[in-house]
């Protein structure tokens, strides 16, 4: 099994998108990070349809920082897809969003969600979070082996 640990980012704000790579950058992560701009660039990536059909899929990215408010497919229901999936159900996703509307924390962990994390307002504060969940999931964490 290829583990080649990258990151697939689900993200449409070009802002954030910029900021989340700086900070990996900062906390000297170098692990490749895919950047996919909505819900079902991302399913096609995971599956490995569309544009993204030649895709091994025994590189499975590490694990998925997923943005909720994305356009055509939001990212409640790109996790739920991810866990009805035999090939997808154990994938590690950790919801990354601006959002702390408890409706959101609690149906995020209903559909499998292994983490929810409110992105900081403050740069530091937001790098410090990048540094620890870089850490923790993409070296200290021990992952189950794939369906």
């Not at 449409?12 to 170098?30: I, W």
């Not at 025994?58 to 229901?77: N, Q, R």
């Not at 996703?93 to 408890?102: D, N």
């Not at 870089?134 to 082996?145: A, F, H, I, K």
Request: proline share 5%.
């Amino acid at each position: 099994m290829n583990r080649n640990r990258n990151i697939l980012l689900v993200e449409d704000n070009p802002d954030d998108v910029e900021l989340t790579l700086r900070a990996f950058k900062e906390s000297k992560l170098a692990n490749e990070i895919v950047v996919v701009r909505d819900g079902k660039e991302a399913l096609d990536y995971l599956f490995c349809e569309g544009a993204y059909a030649g895709r091994d899929p025994e590189s499975a990215p590490e694990v998925v920082l997923l943005d909720l408010k994305l356009p055509k497919i939001d990212g409640l229901e790109v996790l739920r897809r991810l866990r009805a999936d035999e090939r997808t159900r154990r994938q590690p996703v950790v919801v990354l969003t601006s959002s702390g509307e408890q409706k959101d924390i609690v149906t995020s962990y209903d559909y499998g969600a292994n983490s929810f994390i409110r992105k900081p307002v403050d740069y530091a504060q937001f790098l410090e979070a990048v540094k620890h969940l870089g850490l923790y999931w993409l070296v200290l964490n021990e992952m189950p082996p794939r369906a």
